[in-house]
């Protein structure tokens, strides 16, 4: 009697196990990605699926067209994870957007520019005084375009912004309708191919921000080995990258909608290599705040460091050997 009792008491916790690891697995991390990002490669790649797989996490992708946007979605709790510009959190953290800095990349000086038409009379940025100006409002470009104006004695009270997203930039650069644009990669690396410019300035002589990795503050604190994994594996991508630009460029291509040459360009501007929010890198991020402050772009003073979470992911020297699974 006590024999199939037992069996049927065995039966029932298999069950349950089983059913507890097919409701694990199907847990989700949204992450909201950028085309010119790292996120990108990933999605290409396929690799973070497989990193998450252990963890019984799938993910979810889903696109924005700036940084400005993706924080939106981040608080609204539309997604958990995120890559922007340092502005687009300077923004978001004054406004009192719930979420967290989890990581950090370097920033480039010169996968992001203000350029104008080849055949434009504009030589210098001081030259740019009145004139149209296209860029996306509390973006990387726009803390660019403040530095370069603050470098020449001028402010954007003394240009005309034009705040449009990148695509409507563009067609308004073409047609003239703007003088100058200030804009990242891969865009400013598709202007130079396919539109006769001219650059005015790029980060060269300006301070450079960080880039920035950005989570629900929730989502970590219920799931840091998640987001510890995710920063793992963008840093062993990110070095990946930084030694095959060609082979990733030929792999991000076709998902993008540009040209392989555009692609590389823009890679090989980039210096990919993720750490930990480190004293440093608050403290480069909190002189964006002030100079945001300063320029009167956010009502009042912000301290970065109320919304650091410390990531504990390894950051030791990898050797370049990531898996690219072709899709």
């Not at 790029?202 to 920035?212: H, L, Q």
């Not at 480069?284 to 990531?311: E, G, M, Y």
Request: hydrophobic share 45%; charged share 15%.
């Amino acid at each position: 009697m006590l024999r199939p009792a037992a069996l049927a008491l065995l039966a029932f916790a298999a069950s349950t196990a089983a059913t507890g690891v097919a409701q694990a697995a199907e847990q989700t991390v949204r992450i909201g990605f950028q085309k010119a990002g790292l996120l990108a490669v990933l999605k290409a790649q396929g690799t973070l699926e497989q990193k998450l797989a252990p963890l019984h996490y799938k993910v979810e992708w889903k696109e924005f067209p700036a940084g400005p946007q993706l924080l939106e979605a981040l608080n609204a709790g539309s997604i958990d994870f995120g890559y922007t510009g340092a502005p687009p959190a300077v923004f978001a953290q004054a406004a009192k957007a719930s979420f967290v800095y989890v990581g950090a990349e370097p920033g480039g000086k010169s996968n992001e520019a203000l350029f104008v038409p080849a055949s434009s009379p504009i030589r210098s940025v001081a030259e740019l005084k009145g004139k149209r100006v296209a860029l996306q409002k509390g973006s990387s470009s726009n803390y660019l375009l403040v530095q370069l104006l603050k470098k020449n004695g001028l402010s954007l009270q003394d240009i005309q912004p034009v705040y449009l997203p990148p695509a409507d930039a563009r067609a308004a650069f073409e047609s003239g309708a703007v003088d100058a644009w200030v804009v990242w990669d891969p865009y400013y690396a598709l202007a130079q191919r396919a539109l006769k410019v001219r650059t005015l300035a790029d980060y060269e002589g300006v301070p450079s921000p960080y880039n920035f990795y950005e989570a629900a503050r929730a989502f970590t604190e219920r799931e840091p080995r998640v987001v510890n994994a995710i920063l793992a594996q963008l840093r062993e991508s990110g070095q990946w990258v930084v030694a095959h630009p060609g082979e990733t460029a030929a792999l991000l291509a076709p998902s993008l909608g540009l040209e392989a040459p555009v692609v590389e360009a823009w890679l090989k501007r980039v210096p990919y290599g993720v750490t930990p929010i480190t004293a440093e890198v608050v403290l480069v991020q909190q002189q964006v705040a002030d100079l945001f402050h300063q320029q009167k772009l956010i009502p009042s003073t912000i301290r970065v460091s109320d919304n650091v979470w410390q990531a504990s992911f390894p950051i030791a020297p990898i050797v370049h050997n990531v898996p690219v699974a072709r899709q």
